[in-house]
């Protein structure tokens, strides 16, 4: 088989069906084929073709001829033969495929193959098809408070636009000083010890940090222990460092506290570091002191960065108590990322940090390297960085959000009862945060694939979930909700739900 022709004979004909990738998938599954999506990228790519069974489908689904799709109508010498091929290709727009075959393509790096961010992936895509076709669309997918009516606080605005004027330089490039000691003291407060100002790194969002940290670490192979679920910018980050993510099991019977058996089992000579995320997203869960005291027992005895995912932390029901792990670990290198991005629902501003703490001194190297990337961003959002003071100091107005009568609080309640009422589901209470990971009963539904779940979800009753693989979970029974969204809102959604699982078989 001609690899580029088939490629270009392939996109083309997509082209001419206006057929994406994810929908190209849905009809090739559609047809008892089971490939993933990778594959049809690779295809379009150039970089596989397929099988003979997989190539008779496609060529079904596009109307073209197999032999043709497969290039095996002309043997391809050159550019110029290529293009005479495409020039004959069936439903052919010449404007179109002379653009794309006189022109060198441009690919993807290879870096970036195994990585996965399905929280803005395929059924985003075409929840966003939808949209533009002009369907309404639930958005329970990303925890993004603005859209659902959630506003930052009077002071925070007026206070960011106060300094506006003052924001126009960059900063030092780990932040400007007085949003540093605001997180200082915030640290101090919080038990973590050994922090100086020069252990803070603001960034643009808690992203980009946790993209720094492993940037600054990883070599090819390195291990780094993640949870699974996770939030999965933990997992694409220490792919697109060289390193290899390894998922240990947060266990749903014990409240969605970490596996410590399976952490121990997971543990090799290349492991580096463990990650944690307390409070949890996707399962809400907020870890209790022993079990952290146990993790940081695990990475003592096989001398372990800690890397602790807290943006979560001052969003806590029941006013339960928030430990910092690196709180726990004084003789142990740790790193506590937070932001404002979830507490003062400013998610849009792009403002987070990373705090170093414990003994540095094993670090010295690597704190190098953190401070090497950290120069070469030059500095976060500078107007941003100036509302960091405010935010954390005086009274915390999310608390109106979280206690009894706030609108997080009572949705949150809401949407746990009410998803324990469908028959099928199931899900344990979350103690923070704006996320519930419910569990589908597989068998009842016959359910083999849960991204397909959440296709089917989208466009029978256009609502857009995120099923438990976009947060590295194995099997395909979870999907998450984001419970921001009004109670009136969230009733419609379940009502809508509760009609789909009462016939939905896979
Ligand atoms: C656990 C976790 N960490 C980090 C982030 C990224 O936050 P930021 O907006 O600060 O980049 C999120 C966003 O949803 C998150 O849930």
């Known amino acids: ?13 997509m082209k001419n069906k206006n057929l994406k990738q994810v929908e190209l998938l849905r009809l090739v599954e559609e047809k008892g084929i089971k490939i993933g999506k990778s594959h049809i990228s690779q295809y379009v790519s150039g970089k596989t073709t397929p099988r003979d069974n997989i ?56 870096k970036l193959d195994n990585v996965l961010y399905d929280v803005r992936g395929p059924v985003v895509e075409e929840a966003a098809r939808m949209e533009e076709a002009g369907t309404h669309v639930l958005k329970l997918n ?11 606080p009077d002071e925070v605005i007026y206070d960011m636009k106060s300094q506006l004027t003052e924001c126009e330089g960059y900063s030092q490039s780990k932040g400007l000083f007085s949003a540093r000691k605001a997180i200082m003291q915030y640290m101090q407060n919080k038990n973590i010890p050994n922090v100086t100002i020069e252990d803070i790194y603001t960034g643009n969002g808690v992203s980009e940090l946790i993209n720094l940290s492993m940037l600054a670490l990883l070599d090819t192979g390195d ?45 090799t000579n290349r492991t580096k ?20 005291q146990q993790i940081v027992e695990i990475a003592r005895e096989h001398q372990l960065i800690i890397f602790s995912d807290e943006i979560y932390d001052r969003l806590i029901f029941n006013e339960e108590e928030h ?23 400013v998610a849009g501003y792009r403002v ?31 107007p941003a960085q100036s509302i960091v003071q405010t935010s954390l100091g005086g009274y915390q107005s999310v608390k109106n959000y979280i206690n009894p009568g706030g609108r997080v609080y009572e949705q949150c309640e809401y ?15 979350p103690k923070a945060g704006f996320y519930i990971f419910p569990k589908l009963d597989v068998k009842k539904f016959n359910i083999t694939d849960d991204e397909k779940f959440t296709f089917d979800l989208l466009r029978e009753k256009k609502i857009l979930l995120i099923s438990g693989k976009g947060f590295n979970w194995k099997q395909p029974d979870h999907f998450r909700i984001v419970y921001l969204p009004r109670i009136e809102v969230l009733e419609e959604a379940v009502e809508k739900m509760a009609d789909f699982f009462s016939y939905y078989r896979q």
Not at 1 to 13: A, C, H, P, V, Y
Request: with cysteine; proline share 6%; hydrophobic share 40%.
């Open 223 to 267: 291990e780094v222990l993640i949870p699974s679920p996770d939030y999965p910018l933990w997992t694409a980050c220490v792919t697109l460092a060289g390193g290899k993510p390894v998922h240990y099991v947060c266990d749903e019977a014990a409240e969605w506290n970490p596996d410590i058996d399976d952490i121990k089992k997971k543990i």
């Open 55 to 110: 190539l008779t489908v496609l060529s079904d689904i596009l109307e073209v001829d197999a032999e043709w799709l497969k290039g095996k109508d002309k043997s391809v010498k050159n550019k110029t033969e290529i293009v005479d091929d495409v020039l004959s290709s069936p439903k052919y727009e010449r404007q179109n495929s002379l653009e794309e075959t006189s022109m060198k393509e441009f690919r993807k790096s290879a």
């Open 1 to 13: 088989m001609q690899d580029n022709i088939f490629s270009i004979r392939l996109k083309q004909s």
């Open 273 to 292: 570091a463990i990650v944690i995320i307390n409070p949890n997203n996707p399962t809400g869960a907020l870890y209790p002191r022993d079990v952290l």
């Open 142 to 152: 990303i925890g993004n408070p603005a859209p659902f009516g959630f506003r930052a």
């Open 415 to 429: 949407i746990y009862k009410a998803l324990n009422d469908i028959p099928g589901i199931s899900a344990v209470k």
């Open 323 to 345: 430990v910092s792990i690196a709180s726990l670990a004084p003789d142990l290198f740790c790193v506590t990322f937070s932001g404002l991005s979830k507490s003062h629902m």
């Open 352 to 382: 987070g940090w990373m705090v170093l703490s414990g003994n540095k001194r094993i670090a010295r190297d690597y704190i190098e390297g953190l401070n090497m990337l950290s120069n070469m961003r030059l500095c976060s959002n500078v």
